[in-house]
């Protein structure tokens, strides 16, 4: 007799289990579907051009980098955030400037910047 009362007890148990297992994936459903998770969407190859060498020793060496010049205006007596870059992809040489980052002359107006 105590055999059967044990395959009812091991069926419920089982039972339960399938229960929990989907009332999870519901749950997980029903979150993602209030509050969806976005995933970065990676479409295309990026293509990056070779490193241009300064003075190229070799003749597969790419020559002439390309320079930055510009100018930054000057507000309120203190240097401006700014970021200036040469032209290649990714850009090879880079200049990132936080707000007052350098000291400047009395009455300046505005920053020449350049990379060459």
């Given at each position: 007799?105590?055999?059967?009362?044990?395959?009812?007890?091991?069926?419920?148990?089982?039972?339960?289990?399938?229960?929990?297992?989907?009332?999870?994936?519901?749950l997980i459903l029903a979150v993602q579907a209030w509050r969806p998770v976005g995933v970065p969407l990676y479409d295309?190859?990026?293509?990056?051009?070779?490193?241009r060498f300064l003075h190229p020793g070799d003749a597969d060496e790419a020559g002439s980098?390309?320079?930055?010049?510009?100018?930054k205006p000057v507000a309120g007596g203190a240097s401006p955030i700014f970021?200036?870059?040469?032209?290649?992809?990714?850009p090879q040489a880079q200049l990132i400037s936080q707000s007052a980052a350098f000291t400047l002359t009395q009455g300046a107006t505005a920053l020449q910047v350049s990379i060459t």
């Amino acid at each position: 007799m105590p055999r059967p009362l044990r395959l009812a007890a091991l069926a419920s148990e089982a039972r339960l289990g399938w229960l929990v297992l989907v009332a999870g994936a519901v749950l997980i459903l029903a979150v993602q579907a209030w509050r969806p998770v976005g995933v970065p969407l990676y479409d295309g190859v990026v293509v990056q051009e070779p490193y241009r060498f300064l003075h190229p020793g070799d003749a597969d060496e790419a020559g002439s980098p390309t320079s930055y010049t510009g100018t930054k205006p000057v507000a309120g007596g203190a240097s401006p955030i700014f970021a200036a870059a040469t032209t290649e992809n990714p850009p090879q040489a880079q200049l990132i400037s936080q707000s007052a980052a350098f000291t400047l002359t009395q009455g300046a107006t505005a920053l020449q910047v350049s990379i060459t």
